[in-house]
């Protein structure tokens, strides 16, 4: 069965430098969701979209932004990275009018500032 | 604030051996809880769900009971195996909510 897809799996950037992360939620799944987690803690939410538009919003800094596309896609744009930017960041996509199907997480992009 | 903790956040055993992971959660009005496997700098592999309506979850040797007026969940694992060596996550997604809360995780080792 096809899972959530993020990419890329690892990305080192500098200080300063702009990230971008894609997920591909799983087909048909209207429903995505950011998270991060850093080195040791649990993974904290970022933010949400369903049906395109910006749905809940958690943690995210201002630096951060992210959008889904129509074809249900999302991205997450990450400027002027700190050090403290380093972490698994996680997507994971869900059906709203199918609740209790629970969350499928992709398997994180590994982001490293140095 | 939803706030949910996990305890121990480390265990071992040894091989065989029946376990049970806690997780409790401060606010009540839940719609689900979920509990999620984690190997080391890995995804998360979602294990059970159970509906807020639910008092237990079965899969193989695993089973999750959930008490919400309490606001305790426990994830059994039965004969453990060194393959079940991971950090288990349990994670609450909040009535009215569409975001999960997780918990803090316990690492487990299942000893040879």
């Known amino acids: 069965a096809a899972g959530v897809i993020q990419s890329p799996r690892h990305l080192i950037k500098e200080k300063r430098e702009t990230a971008t992360l894609k997920c591909y939620p799983i087909p048909r799944h209207d429903t995505v969701y950011w998270y991060q987690q850093g080195p040791g803690q649990d993974p904290q939410f970022l933010i949400s979209f369903y049906e395109k538009m910006q749905s809940d919003k958690g943690s995210i800094p201002d630096r951060f932004s992210a959008q889904q596309f129509s074809d249900y896609h999302s991205e997450l744009n990450m400027s002027s990275l700190e050090l403290g930017d380093s972490a698994l960041y996680f997507c994971?996509?869900?059906?709203?009018?199918?609740?209790?199907?629970?969350?499928?997480f992709g398997s994180g992009t590994r982001l490293t500032v140095v | 604030k939803q706030e949910v903790t996990q305890i121990p956040a480390a265990l071992s055993v040894p091989e065989g051996e029946n376990l049970v992971l806690n997780c409790s959660f401060t606010d009540s009005a839940i719609y689900n809880l979920q509990w999620f496997r984690q190997d080391p700098g890995k995804g998360l592999t979602s294990l059970l769900l159970i509906q807020s309506s639910q008092r237990e979850q079965t899969s193989g040797r695993l089973n999750a009971s959930l008490d919400k007026s309490s606001g305790r969940s426990t994830l059994y694992i039965a004969a453990s195996q060194p393959g079940d060596s991971a950090t288990y996550l349990c994670a609450v997604r909040r009535a009215g909510a569409n975001n999960l809360f997780f918990g803090t995780g316990t690492r487990l080792t299942v000893i040879p």
């Open positions: 994971a996509s869900s059906l709203a009018s199918r609740p209790n199907y629970g969350y499928t």
